[in-house]
């Protein structure tokens, strides 16, 4: 039986063609390349991951927001490049470039496009100001939801998000004390309650609560102050994403993680057996690092 797991011990992301997958003390991704070939590559995790913060509540929230900003982009870049070869390899100044456009495009559409539109809202009803945070979160989980509908009719990211659940099978399948067999894998579930996704979804619900206070601010300093608390509504959102995920033997939990649950099927597709045998190789990769860097005696299911 695998060791009892605490966040955050194991987590994966989805690449295109692969899987990462997060330890304690490395991390380790699995692509398929165009011959057909899976590629390993390992890191030791320093910086965040070994600092005081990991272990402060709230303020260990920064890591999973490192995770999908720096490490998770910086992945997914070199899954990139393994599909696209040496000549056309997306590194340096146009990487940090593509990063820095992607996380205004982001914060911007999610976060400060549904205060605008509600402020216009606002100015043009008249409703009273509760109404206003329901509309403003509402209008943020609805283009959230919308934005995330579109980009998985896409092809390629229809694969991405089947490796999305190949990694929430292969994690599964591991808590469950299961053989990691692509078989064996492919019968668990796509669900997992530690997903992003669910973290994503508890960021906008929290986000009614923790904003509302600055419906009475003007527009502008109002979006400044959203910026700079993304960071609080992130620790939150974490440590109720930990918290639910240590208490599933709670029926009351179960029923309370459902809409985060649900949300997942939007970025999860049933992966094929080769997809399974990309994120069960990115796995063992990863424990056998952790393994060795703990200086334990390797044993994987």
């Known amino acids: 039986m695998p060791e009892t797991l605490k966040l955050p011990s194991y987590g994966g992301q989805a690449l295109i063609e692969g899987v990462l997958m ?18 390993t590559h390992t890191e030791p995790l320093g910086g965040i991951y070994k600092s005081t913060i990991k272990n402060i509540p709230f303020l260990r929230g920064l890591i999973i927001l490192w995770d999908s900003l ?9 899954s990139a490049n393994y599909q696209t070869g040496e000549d056309e390899k997306l590194e340096g100044p146009m990487l940090y470039g593509t990063l820095a456009v992607s996380i205004a ?11 605008a539109l509600g402020q216009l809202f606002d100015s043009l009803i008249g409703w009273p100001a509760v109404v206003g945070y329901v509309f403003e979160g509402f209008l943020r989980l609805i283009i959230i939801i919308t934005y995330i509908w579109a980009v998985g009719l896409m092809k390629d990211i229809q ?23 692509p078989e064996n894998v492919q019968k668990f579930s796509l669900e997992h309650p530690r997903c992003g996704t669910s973290f994503l979804l508890t960021v906008v619900v929290l986000s009614i609560i923790l904003f509302s206070p600055l419906k009475t601010l003007p527009l502008g300093f109002r979006l400044i102050t959203q910026l700079a608390l993304l960071p609080v509504l992130a620790g939150i959102a974490y440590e109720y994403v930990r918290w639910v995920s240590n208490h599933l033997n709670s029926r009351f939990v179960r029923g309370l993680i459902k809409p985060n649950l649900a949300l997942q099927h939007l970025t999860t597709r049933e992966p094929d057996l080769a997809m399974l045998e990309v994120a069960i190789q990115s796995f063992q990769t990863m424990l056998a690092e952790e393994k060795k860097q703990e200086n334990q005696p390797l ?3």
């Open 22 to 39: 997060r330890g304690a003390n490395s991390v380790a991704l699995a692509c398929r390349t165009p011959d057909g070939n899976i590629v």
């Open 70 to 78: 720096g490490l998770g982009t910086r992945f997914l870049t070199m």
């Open 159 to 181: 694969r991405v998000f089947a490796y999305h659940g190949a990694e929430h099978k292969t994690i599964n399948a591991f808590e469950a004390g299961s053989e990691l067999t």
């Open 299 to 301: 044993s994987v299911p």
């Open 105 to 115: 495009l982001g914060i911007g559409l999610f976060f400060l496009a549904p205060t």
